[in-house]
């Protein structure tokens, strides 16, 4: 039997995919995060704002409906 000339790939596989996954969980968590603070939650609060001053006029008159 001969030798081979390529070494064995020990442990290449296990640190790829630890690297991987924690890139992946990271990157995911703070994209997440800035959608929701930064686009989320601002709309979701301008909605709110225009309801409740639509609720407001229409509680003083000022709307026909």
């Known amino acids: 039997m001969a030798a081979t000339a ?3 790939i020990t442990g290449m596989l296990r640190k790829g995919l ?3 996954l924690s890139t992946a969980f990271g ?3 703070t994209f ?13 609060r301008a ?6 001053k639509l609720e407001e006029d229409r ?6 409906n």
């Open 59 to 64: 509680a003083k008159g000022l709307l026909n």
């Open 32 to 44: 997440g995060y800035l959608w929701w603070y930064g686009y989320h939650l601002p709309r979701v």
């Open 27 to 29: 990157l995911g968590t």
């Open 47 to 52: 909605r709110d704002r225009f309801y409740s």
């Open 18 to 20: 630890v690297l991987d």
């Open 6 to 8: 390529i070494k064995p």
